[in-house]
């Protein structure tokens, strides 16, 4: 069983920055797949962010340009730095590990609001 332990979450006006940190109980080292998703009352979680076990990231079109993830392999550490953060960035956010299986975080929520 994986633990996945998030922080960083908070309420932020429009324009302020967060960072998201996930912890992982187990090595992240050569996991398949990491990443982070988000998910608002009545809608799907959606994948925000991901990185491979190569290193190869990619991002959902509207946080490009303003999200970056990394990954800290010593640590277990996968985080999530968001900039220039907008309204409709206003989610839970869950870390994410698949290996096999899916494992999630219990969620931290992101307020963006003026």
């Known amino acids: 069983q994986v633990q996945l332990v998030e922080s960083g979450g908070g309420a932020v006006q429009p324009g302020g920055s967060l960072r998201l940190s996930c912890e992982s109980s187990r090595t992240i080292f050569g996991v398949y797949r ?3 998703f988000r998910q608002t009352p009545g809608k799907e979680r959606e994948l925000v962010a991901s ?7 990619t991002y959902r079109d509207s946080v490009k340009g303003r999200f970056t ?3 800290d392999i010593a640590k277990d550490t996968l985080s999530l730095q968001m900039n220039n953060l907008k ?3 206003t989610a839970v956010y869950y870390c994410w590990l698949h290996d096999n299986f899916n494992y999630w975080g219990k969620g931290t929520q992101v307020t963006v609001s003026s």
Not at 51 to 57: E, F, L, P, R, V
């Open 87 to 89: 309204p409709e960035d």
């Open 69 to 71: 993830l990394s990954r």
């Open 51 to 57: 990185i491979t076990a190569s290193g190869s990231t």
């Open 34 to 36: 990491m990443g982070w």
